[in-house]
């Protein structure tokens, strides 16, 4: 169950400076790493948005690609956000749209063979920068594990 602010007031009287620190620190590591992502999307020519389209549609477990709505819940965007991303995509020639073989109605994006290159090239690099960022994360987290920010 999701907490909200009014739900966690009573927690919040008994943060620590140390907890502060803890939180402020995590969210510069994932910052940090956010930053990273960014940069390495720009520095192939794409926006983090659509790297991050990309991904959602690769990572898509169990099939070969994702519907419009699907992309939406993955980055967290409205569905015509989504649909315009889509747009974007097919006119770069990085998604191609397919009829569902279930239900021709819909439509699925799925990634094509540039696409897929330029997804590789992103995720080596990704995969090579959390293994380099990992010793803090894991520290981090397990501080988090502790009950207690040291």
């Known amino acids: 169950m999701k907490k909200t602010a009014s739900s966690s007031r009573a927690a919040r009287s008994s943060l620590s400076t140390a907890d502060y620190a803890l939180l402020a ?8 790493f ?15 948005q659509q ?10 477990p169990g099939r ?30 990085l998604v191609a749209r397919m009829a569902d073989p ?10 094509t063979a540039h696409a897929e290159q330029l997804l590789e090239e ?10 380099a960022i ?3 994360l894991t520290r981090l987290l397990a501080r988090f594990d502790d009950g207690a920010a040291d």
Not at 34 to 48: C, K, Q, R, T, Y
Not at 67 to 75: C, H, Q
Not at 122 to 131: G, M, N, Y
Request: charged fraction near 30%; avoid cysteine; glycine fraction near 6%.
């Open 134 to 136: 990992k010793p803090l």
């Open 64 to 93: 070969d690609g994702l519907y419009v709505g699907e992309i939406a819940d993955r980055l967290l965007i409205r569905p015509h956000s989504a649909a315009e991303l889509a747009g974007r995509l097919v006119r770069m020639d």
């Open 102 to 111: 279930e239900d021709g109605r819909k439509v699925r994006l799925v990634l």
């Open 34 to 48: 956010i930053a990273f992502s960014e940069d390495a999307a720009h520095a192939i020519g794409l926006a983090p």
């Open 122 to 131: 992103l995720s080596a690099a990704h995969l090579e920068e959390l293994r």
């Open 25 to 32: 620190e995590f969210r510069y590591a994932l910052r940090r």
């Open 51 to 60: 790297h991050q389209a990309l991904l959602a549609i690769k990572g898509a």
